[in-house]
């Protein structure tokens, strides 16, 4: 325990009931109230306007006295306690109810205990770290490490998906569940070596680079690519669907499909639609006719009742065909013989 300071006294202290009575105003009044002057020293009353002015000065001294002499009480109480303090008599319990002396010692005691548990916890962890790296034989001499044998020990995977035991082997450091969409050269070359031997997906495995690239084209523009990346179960559909149609959004829903649109826009750009149909099988192909044997059994009925029952029509009459040289020439010659057989009998009938 330190002992106390005396406060040292302002400049200018003076009790308040003396300062109108000595100093500078020693002799210029006459009767006092309280310590503040009402009447000068002839008798005569102090204007308001002074008086104010006495009383103002009189509250700034006053002030200043209670505030020292409230300094100096506590000085002499402290000056007390620590007197007792000093000759072992009474002691000070403060706000806490402990001697100050035990409530010190206490916290000393405290404050080691609590360094003591930090060294210890801290070594303690240091021991396991270093020790697991021992087991592990991050310290062992080259000499020592040349006749290690090390053992890795993995979780089992039972995935019998060979799409996904893909998917997660190319995954198998970030494990994200998801694979970037430039990564899939790798999936493909890993669903050729086909790990679980099911041969299912072998075929994946003669996919082209260009092919490739078309579909990782295709699948970042797409609604399954989120930043770059595909999710294992999204990109096991992509691959395994069969859909060749579009999806809402234009782009091809599969590999499938992305293939098929890939051959298609390779054809239209170095061929013509001309050599799959001619133009007027396409006018009707597009204008909902058809084509095939479905239409050509629509149109059945309506040619047979043509055939039937003929329009009438305001159209000239065709011109008649000619006869070929081989049947003018048969009539010809049955002609002659009737006329020949026509001379003969009349010359009969004259003789």
């Not at 009790?15 to 006459?30: C, I, L, Q, V, Y």
């Not at 890939?262 to 061929?271: D, G, I, P, T, V």
């Not at 309506?302 to 003018?328: C, D, H, L, R």
Request: glycine share 6%.
């Amino acid at each position: 325990m330190k002992p106390p300071k005396e406060p040292k006294a302002p400049k200018g202290l003076v009790d308040p009931a003396d300062h109108f009575k000595s100093g500078k105003h020693e002799g210029k009044f006459g009767a006092f109230d309280k310590g503040v002057p009402t009447q000068m020293a002839d008798g005569t009353e102090i204007p308001e306007k002074k008086l104010k002015a006495l009383k103002k000065e009189y509250d700034s001294v006053k002030d200043k006295w209670d505030k020292h002499q409230q300094a100096m009480a506590k000085y002499s109480q402290d000056l007390t306690k620590y007197e007792k303090w000093k000759e072992g008599g009474e002691e000070d319990f403060g706000a806490s109810g402990v001697p100050e002396a035990q409530r010190s010692a206490a916290c000393e005691t405290a404050a080691l205990e609590v360094l003591r548990r930090l060294l210890d916890r801290s070594v303690t962890e240091h021991a396991e770290e270093l020790s697991v790296e021992v087991n592990q034989g991050s310290h062992d001499p080259p000499e020592l490490a040349a006749l290690m044998v090390k053992v890795v020990l993995e979780h089992e995977d039972k995935t019998t998906d060979p799409v996904l035991k893909v998917l997660k082997t190319v995954d198998k450091k970030k494990r994200s569940g998801m694979v970037e969409v430039g990564e899939l050269p790798e999936v493909f070359r890993l669903l050729k070596e086909d790990e679980l031997q099911v041969g299912t997906h072998v075929c994946f495995g003669d996919i082209t680079y260009e092919e490739v690239d078309f579909v990782s084209s295709v699948l970042e523009k797409s609604s399954l690519a989120k930043e770059g990346q595909i999710s294992h179960e999204d990109l096991k559909a992509f691959i395994e669907n069969q859909d060749l149609q579009p999806s809402d959004t234009g782009h091809p829903s599969s590999l499938a499909g992305s293939l098929v649109f890939m051959r298609l826009e390779a054809w239209k750009k170095a061929s013509s639609v001309e050599k799959l149909m001619s133009p007027r099988a396409w006018r009707l192909q597009l204008s909902g006719n058809g084509l095939g044997p479905e239409a050509e059994a629509k149109e059945a009925p309506g040619k047979a009742a043509e055939e039937e029952e003929p329009k009438e029509t305001n159209a000239p009459a065709e011109a008649p065909v000619e006869p070929s040289k081989e049947e003018t020439s048969g009539k010809d010659k049955e002609k002659k013989e009737k006329k020949d057989k026509k001379e003969k009998k009349e010359k009969k009938e004259k003789k």
